[in-house]
C-alpha cells in the first residue's frame, strides 16, 4: 500500500509538472509583422514611395499544448478592437481558426487605418488558459514576405513566391506547413532579384477550401508566415451579366460572376460546360447580423450548393465601399420645419423617397426643448400605404401649436429622403409649404452637388426630393465585419468554397488596402472612361491593378475590365483597346480578369453594348457590327490569356526589364512553375469617344534579366491562335528577344 501510495504521489508530481510546462509553453506567437499602405514609387509624382495612413497586422499563434485552445479578445495599443472600431481606428479583425487545435497555427489579421506611432502593439488572450499574449511590431514594410501562393489542380502542389530584402541573403533555407516542417519536399532554387520562389510538393493533397499557415525561414534566419485556404488554382477569365453559359463558354470564358444566388441546377449546367461559378446568397446589402435577421432561407439556399465543385466562391458584397459610402448615411438624420408663425396643426404625412427608413420620430419645440409626439417603428413602418418607390408614412396626433416641428430618422438601411412632407392645421390646410427647412445634410453626388436640397421636399413635388448625405464621418471599412460575420457563416456552412468581394472606385486608396485581405479572392474594376477625361488613361488600369493586387496579397486579385458602349453611345471600345488594358493588369499581377457586362439574351450583345439606344434601321445595325465585333476580339484576348494562363496563375511581378524601346511599356513576371512572362503595352495610341488611333511599333526588341535556374530553352509569342516562337539570345543573366512589330499588347513567355 505504501509503494502503491508513493506511485500516486509521484505520477501526480508528474501531471502537475507537465501541466505547469505545458501552461509556460502553451501558446506563442511565433511572428508578427505589420503591412503598412504603401503606393510604390511608380505611381507617384515625385517617384518616391509614399505611405497611406492604414496598415494591416498579422500575427501567427501557435498552441504548443496538448488540448484545442480558443482565442479571444484582441487588443491595439491596450484597446479592445471593437471599442477601436467605434473610434473609426479599427476596420475589421479575425482569427483563423478561433479554436485552435493542437501543434497548430491560427493567424490573427487586424486592419487598422490609422496609424500613429512607429510601432503597434497587439494583445491577444485565449481560453481556458486565461493568457495574454504580446507582440510589439514595428511599422514598416517586412523584409520578409510571402507575397504569393497558388496550388496546382490536383492540390499536391504549393507554389509560394517569397519577396526579401537582400541583405545578403541567398535564399529561403526552410519551408513549414501549419507548423511541420517541409523543407525535404521543396524546391529552392535561389533568388532572383527580390524574389524567391519556392514549390511544395506534399505526399498527399490538401482539401479544396482548407485553411493553412505557410512560414519560411531565409538563410540569415528571418521568419515570416502567411495563411491562405487551397484551391484548385487556374487562371480566371470571368464575365458578369445574365447567365447564357453557352455563349460565355464559346468566347473563352471559365467563369460567370453572379449578381445573383444560383441554385445547384443552374450551376450543374455552368459547370457541365466548363464553367466556375461565383454568387452572393445574402441578397443585397442588408446588414443581417448587424439587425439579427433571420438567417434560416440563406442557410437553406447554402445547404442546398455546399461543396459543389462548379462553385468557385461566395460573393461576400459587391461594392462594399459604395454601401460605406451609404452606410455612413444610415444614422441619426433629422428634417426640421420652421414656421413664420406660431401654426396648430393635427397631421403629418411624409411621401419616402425609398423605403429605407426604419423610424420615424415627430417632435416640436415647446419651451426651448424637443418633446416627442408621435413614434412609428420599422414593423409600423411597412405596413403603410406605398407611394411612387417608398411609402406614405402619416402621423395622426392631438393638435399643437408650433413654431418648430421636426422628423428624426434614427436608423435607415441606405440614406433615407423625403419626396414631400405635408404638415396639416386643424381646418384641413397643408401649411409645409410656408415653413423654412433645413435637415442635418443634403446628398453629395460623386461628381458634384445635386440639388436635393431641403425645401425640395415641401415644394408641392413629388419629383423633387431631399436626400440625407452622410450622418457621420464617412469612412471606409463601415461593413467591413458584416462581411467578416458573412465569410464565417459561409465557411460554418461549407467550408470548400472560398469567398471573394470586389470593390469600386470610391475612396481610393483605401478602399483597396481595407478590402484587399478580407476575402479569400480580392476583385476591383479599373474602369476607364474616356468622357470623363476627353481621352482614355488605359495606363489607369495598371495603376489602380497595382494597389489592389499588393493589397490582397498573397491572395490573388481579379481584374475586372469594362466591355461595352462608351458613354454618349458613339462607339464601343475595340479588341486592341480592351488588349490593351488586359496587359495592364497582367502586368501589375492579376490572376484573373474579368469583363463587365454582357446583359443581354443568349447569342445577342444588343444590351451589353448600349445598342437598343439607337434607333432602328441602318445606325442600329452598325452598333450591332461594333456589338459583334467588340464580343469576337474578347474571345480571342481569352483564347491568349487560356494559353498563358498555366503560368499567369503562378506569376508574379519582377523588376527585370533592362532594355526596352521608346513608346513601349513592359512589365515581368516571375513565374513559379518554372518561367517568365513578359507584357508589353504599345503607348503610341489616343483613344477617345469617337475613335482609336494607334500607331504600331515596328522591329521592336527587347533585353530581360533571368535567373540562372532558368532554361530558356525557348521563347513564345503568345497569339490568340499559337504560340508563335520568337527569336532570343542568351547571354549569361540576360536575354535579348526580337519581338517584332507591336500594335497594342502582347504576352511572351520565356521557358
Given at each position: 500500500?505504501?509503494?502503491?501510495?508513493?506511485?500516486?504521489?509521484?505520477?501526480?508530481?508528474?501531471?502537475?509538472?507537465?501541466?505547469?510546462?505545458?501552461?509556460?509553453?502553451?501558446?506563442?506567437?511565433?511572428?508578427?509583422?505589420?503591412?503598412?499602405?504603401?503606393?510604390?514609387?511608380?505611381?507617384?509624382?515625385?517617384?518616391?514611395?509614399?505611405?497611406?495612413?492604414?496598415?494591416?497586422?498579422?500575427?501567427?499563434?501557435?498552441?504548443?499544448?496538448?488540448?484545442?485552445?480558443?482565442?479571444?479578445?484582441?487588443?491595439?495599443?491596450?484597446?479592445?478592437?471593437?471599442?477601436?472600431?467605434?473610434?473609426?481606428?479599427?476596420?475589421?479583425?479575425?482569427?483563423?481558426?478561433?479554436?485552435?487545435?493542437?501543434?497548430?497555427?491560427?493567424?490573427?489579421?487586424?486592419?487598422?487605418?490609422?496609424?500613429?506611432?512607429?510601432?503597434?502593439?497587439?494583445?491577444?488572450?485565449?481560453?481556458?488558459?486565461?493568457?495574454?499574449?504580446?507582440?510589439?511590431?514595428?511599422?514598416?514594410?517586412?523584409?520578409?514576405?510571402?507575397?504569393?501562393?497558388?496550388?496546382?489542380?490536383?492540390?499536391?502542389?504549393?507554389?509560394?513566391?517569397?519577396?526579401?530584402?537582400?541583405?545578403?541573403?541567398?535564399?529561403?533555407?526552410?519551408?513549414?506547413?501549419?507548423?511541420?516542417?517541409?523543407?525535404?519536399?521543396?524546391?529552392?532554387?535561389?533568388?532572383?532579384?527580390?524574389?524567391?520562389?519556392?514549390?511544395?510538393?506534399?505526399?498527399?493533397?490538401?482539401?479544396?477550401?482548407?485553411?493553412?499557415?505557410?512560414?519560411?525561414?531565409?538563410?540569415?534566419?528571418?521568419?515570416?508566415?502567411?495563411?491562405?485556404?487551397?484551391?484548385?488554382?487556374?487562371?480566371?477569365?470571368?464575365?458578369?451579366?445574365?447567365?447564357?453559359?453557352?455563349?460565355?463558354?464559346?468566347?473563352?470564358?471559365?467563369?460567370?460572376?453572379?449578381?445573383?444566388?444560383?441554385?445547384?441546377?443552374?450551376?450543374?449546367?455552368?459547370?457541365?460546360?466548363?464553367?466556375?461559378?461565383?454568387?452572393?446568397?445574402?441578397?443585397?446589402?442588408?446588414?443581417?447580423?448587424?439587425?439579427?435577421?433571420?438567417?434560416?432561407?440563406?442557410?437553406?439556399?447554402?445547404?442546398?450548393?455546399?461543396?459543389?465543385?462548379?462553385?468557385?466562391?461566395?460573393?461576400?458584397?459587391?461594392?462594399?465601399?459604395?454601401?460605406?459610402?451609404?452606410?455612413?448615411?444610415?444614422?441619426?438624420?433629422?428634417?426640421?420645419?420652421?414656421?413664420?408663425?406660431?401654426v396648430t396643426v393635427e397631421r403629418l404625412v411624409i411621401h419616402e423617397l425609398r423605403a429605407y427608413s426604419k423610424e420615424y420620430v415627430i417632435?416640436?419645440?415647446?419651451?426651448?426643448?424637443?418633446?416627442?409626439?408621435?413614434?412609428?417603428?420599422?414593423?409600423?413602418?411597412?405596413?403603410?400605404?406605398?407611394?411612387?418607390?417608398?411609402?406614405?408614412?402619416?402621423?395622426?396626433?392631438?393638435?399643437?401649436?408650433?413654431?418648430?416641428?421636426?422628423?428624426?430618422?434614427?436608423?435607415?438601411?441606405?440614406?433615407?429622403?423625403?419626396?414631400?412632407?405635408?404638415?396639416?392645421?386643424?381646418?384641413?390646410?397643408?401649411?409645409?409649404?410656408?415653413?423654412?427647412?433645413?435637415?442635418?445634410?443634403?446628398?453629395?453626388?460623386?461628381?458634384?452637388?445635386?440639388?436635393?436640397?431641403?425645401?425640395?421636399?415641401?415644394?408641392?413635388?413629388?419629383?423633387?426630393?431631399?436626400?440625407?448625405?452622410?450622418?457621420?464621418?464617412?469612412?471606409?471599412?463601415?461593413?467591413?465585419?458584416?462581411?467578416?460575420?458573412?465569410?464565417?457563416?459561409?465557411?460554418?456552412?461549407?467550408?470548400?468554397?472560398?469567398?471573394?468581394?470586389?470593390?469600386?472606385?470610391?475612396?481610393?486608396?483605401?478602399?483597396?488596402?481595407?478590402?484587399g485581405q478580407l476575402a479569400d479572392i480580392f476583385d476591383t474594376d479599373p474602369y476607364v472612361r474616356p468622357s470623363r477625361q476627353g481621352k482614355?488613361?488605359?495606363?489607369?488600369?495598371?495603376?489602380?491593378?497595382?494597389?489592389?493586387?499588393?493589397?490582397?496579397?498573397?491572395?490573388?486579385?481579379?481584374?475586372?475590365?469594362?466591355?461595352?458602349?462608351?458613354?454618349?453611345?458613339?462607339?464601343?471600345?475595340?479588341?486592341?483597346?480592351?488588349?490593351?488594358?488586359?496587359?495592364?493588369?497582367?502586368?501589375?499581377?492579376?490572376?484573373?480578369?474579368?469583363?463587365?457586362?454582357?446583359?443581354?439574351?443568349?447569342?445577342?450583345?444588343?444590351?451589353?453594348?448600349?445598342?437598343?439606344?439607337?434607333?432602328?434601321?441602318?445606325?442600329?445595325?452598325?452598333?450591332?457590327?461594333?456589338?459583334?465585333?467588340?464580343?469576337?476580339?474578347?474571345?480571342?484576348?481569352?483564347?491568349?490569356?487560356?494559353?498563358?494562363?498555366?503560368?499567369?496563375?503562378?506569376?508574379?511581378?519582377?523588376?527585370?526589364?533592362?532594355?526596352?524601346?521608346?513608346?513601349?511599356?513592359?512589365?515581368?513576371?516571375?513565374?513559379?512553375?518554372?518561367?517568365?512572362?513578359?507584357?508589353?503595352?504599345?503607348?503610341?495610341?489616343?483613344?477617345?469617344?469617337?475613335?482609336?488611333?494607334?500607331?504600331?511599333?515596328?522591329?521592336?526588341?527587347?533585353?530581360?534579366?533571368?535567373?540562372?535556374?532558368?532554361?530558356?530553352?525557348?521563347?513564345?509569342?503568345?497569339?490568340?491562335?499559337?504560340?508563335?516562337?520568337?527569336?532570343?539570345?542568351?547571354?549569361?543573366?540576360?536575354?535579348?528577344?526580337?519581338?517584332?512589330?507591336?500594335?497594342?499588347?502582347?504576352?511572351?513567355?520565356?521557358?
Amino acid at each position: 500500500m505504501r509503494i502503491t501510495g508513493q506511485l500516486c504521489v509521484l505520477f501526480g508530481l508528474l501531471f502537475v509538472a507537465a501541466c505547469q510546462a505545458e501552461e509556460r509553453g502553451g501558446l506563442v506567437i511565433s511572428c508578427a509583422y505589420v503591412v503598412p499602405d504603401v503606393i510604390p514609387a511608380e505611381l507617384t509624382t515625385d517617384q518616391k514611395p509614399r505611405r497611406h495612413r492604414g496598415a494591416t497586422v498579422f500575427a501567427y499563434v501557435r498552441n504548443e499544448t496538448s488540448r484545442p485552445v480558443r482565442l479571444g479578445q484582441i487588443r491595439v495599443d491596450g484597446v479592445e478592437v471593437s471599442k477601436l472600431r467605434e473610434k473609426r481606428i479599427v476596420a475589421w479583425w479575425r482569427i483563423r481558426p478561433r479554436l485552435l487545435p493542437p501543434q497548430r497555427i491560427a493567424e490573427i489579421t487586424v486592419r487598422v487605418q490609422h496609424v500613429t506611432k512607429p510601432e503597434i502593439e497587439l494583445r491577444v488572450e485565449s481560453e481556458p488558459l486565461r493568457k495574454s499574449l504580446r507582440a510589439l511590431v514595428p511599422v514598416a514594410v517586412p523584409k520578409l514576405r510571402i507575397v504569393n501562393v497558388a496550388f496546382s489542380r490536383e492540390l499536391k502542389e504549393v507554389y509560394l513566391v517569397v519577396k526579401v530584402q537582400p541583405e545578403a541573403v541567398r535564399g529561403i533555407e526552410s519551408v513549414y506547413l501549419d507548423g511541420t516542417d517541409v523543407t525535404s519536399l521543396s524546391e529552392r532554387p535561389g533568388l532572383f532579384k527580390n524574389l524567391a520562389p519556392v514549390v511544395v510538393r506534399l505526399d498527399q493533397p490538401l482539401r479544396r477550401g482548407s485553411f493553412h499557415v505557410f512560414t519560411v525561414i531565409d538563410t540569415k534566419g528571418r521568419k515570416t508566415s502567411a495563411g491562405v485556404r487551397a484551391w484548385p488554382t487556374f487562371f480566371e477569365l470571368g464575365i458578369f451579366g445574365n447567365p447564357h453559359f453557352k455563349d460565355f463558354a464559346q468566347a473563352g470564358f471559365n467563369t460567370y460572376q453572379s449578381f445573383r444566388p444560383l441554385s445547384k441546377e443552374t450551376i450543374d449546367a455552368a459547370h457541365a460546360l466548363g464553367l466556375y461559378v461565383t454568387a452572393p446568397y445574402f441578397h443585397g446589402r442588408t446588414t443581417y447580423f448587424y439587425d439579427r435577421l433571420d438567417l434560416s432561407p440563406v442557410r437553406e439556399a447554402i445547404n442546398q450548393v455546399k461543396g459543389h465543385e462548379g462553385l468557385l466562391a461566395y460573393y461576400l458584397e459587391d461594392e462594399p465601399d459604395v454601401f460605406d459610402w451609404q452606410y455612413c448615411g444610415c444614422f441619426d438624420h433629422w428634417f426640421e420645419l420652421s414656421f413664420p408663425k406660431p401654426v396648430t396643426v393635427e397631421r403629418l404625412v411624409i411621401h419616402e423617397l425609398r423605403a429605407y427608413s426604419k423610424e420615424y420620430v415627430i417632435q416640436c419645440q415647446s419651451g426651448g426643448k424637443w418633446r416627442t409626439v408621435a413614434r412609428k417603428d420599422e414593423s409600423q413602418i411597412r405596413a403603410c400605404e406605398k407611394s411612387k418607390g417608398g411609402r406614405r408614412v402619416e402621423f395622426r396626433f392631438a393638435p399643437l401649436r408650433v413654431r418648430k416641428l421636426r422628423i428624426l430618422i434614427p436608423r435607415s438601411s441606405h440614406m433615407p429622403g423625403i419626396r414631400e412632407l405635408e404638415v396639416y392645421d386643424v381646418s384641413g390646410r397643408n401649411v409645409a409649404g410656408s415653413a423654412k427647412a433645413r435637415a442635418s445634410s443634403r446628398f453629395l453626388a460623386w461628381y458634384g452637388r445635386t440639388g436635393d436640397e431641403p425645401d425640395k421636399a415641401i415644394d408641392g413635388d413629388l419629383n423633387t426630393f431631399w436626400r440625407a448625405s452622410h450622418s457621420i464621418p464617412e469612412w471606409v471599412g463601415a461593413t467591413a465585419m458584416e462581411m467578416i460575420a458573412r465569410a464565417e457563416f459561409y465557411g460554418s456552412l461549407d467550408p470548400q468554397t472560398l469567398t471573394m468581394c470586389l470593390v469600386d472606385n470610391t475612396y481610393t486608396p483605401a478602399n483597396w488596402f481595407t478590402y484587399g485581405q478580407l476575402a479569400d479572392i480580392f476583385d476591383t474594376d479599373p474602369y476607364v472612361r474616356p468622357s470623363r477625361q476627353g481621352k482614355a488613361d488605359f495606363y489607369s488600369v495598371y495603376r489602380q491593378s497595382v494597389l489592389a493586387c499588393r493589397a490582397s496579397e498573397p491572395n490573388p486579385c481579379f481584374i475586372t475590365l469594362w466591355m461595352g458602349w462608351l458613354e454618349g453611345h458613339r462607339r464601343c471600345y475595340t479588341e486592341s483597346e480592351e488588349r490593351i488594358m488586359v496587359c495592364y493588369a497582367l502586368g501589375a499581377g492579376a490572376r484573373g480578369i474579368n469583363y463587365f457586362i454582357h446583359s443581354s439574351s443568349a447569342g445577342d450583345y444588343s444590351v451589353m453594348t448600349g445598342v437598343l439606344a439607337f434607333p432602328k434601321g441602318p445606325e442600329r445595325e452598325r452598333a450591332r457590327k461594333q456589338a459583334l465585333a467588340l464580343w469576337k476580339g474578347v474571345a480571342r484576348i481569352n483564347s491568349q490569356l487560356s494559353l498563358a494562363g498555366k503560368w499567369l496563375a503562378y506569376a508574379y511581378p519582377v523588376d527585370a526589364i533592362l532594355k526596352k524601346p521608346s513608346g513601349v511599356w513592359a512589365r515581368a513576371l516571375l513565374c513559379a512553375n518554372g518561367a517568365m512572362v513578359v507584357v508589353l503595352v504599345n503607348q503610341n495610341h489616343t483613344s477617345t469617344l469617337d475613335a482609336f488611333i494607334v500607331n504600331p511599333i515596328p522591329k521592336v526588341a527587347i533585353e530581360i534579366a533571368v535567373p540562372d535556374w532558368l532554361p530558356c530553352e525557348e521563347v513564345l509569342d503568345i497569339m490568340p491562335d499559337a504560340a508563335r516562337p520568337l527569336q532570343f539570345q542568351k547571354a549569361g543573366d540576360r536575354v535579348a528577344i526580337s519581338v517584332g512589330a507591336v500594335r497594342d499588347g502582347k504576352i511572351i513567355l520565356i521557358r
